[in-house]
């Protein structure tokens, strides 16, 4: 809710948000036709932890 200073018109918006596991979001991936599915913790290829890694970065290759 967005209340404005001068007493305007309020503005109310709402977001609807699905979040996924890692087992999901893998499964998903290969429902979509994506083989070799891995997960990384970092843009440079590390590991992915689930307390150490801020987002996760999928990576499929595409089934030929």
């Known amino acids: 809710v967005v209340l404005h200073p ?3 018109r309020s503005t109310v918006s709402f977001l609807r948000m699905r979040l ?3 087992r999901e979001m893998i499964q998903l991936m290969r ?5 070799e599915v891995k997960v990384f913790g970092d843009f440079e290829g590390g590991s992915f932890s689930k307390f150490g890694s801020s ?3 999928y990576v499929g290759r595409k089934r030929e």
């Open 31 to 35: 429902l979509c036709g994506l083989e």
């Open 6 to 8: 001068k007493g305007g």
């Open 20 to 22: 996924y596991s890692k």
């Open 55 to 57: 987002h996760p970065i």
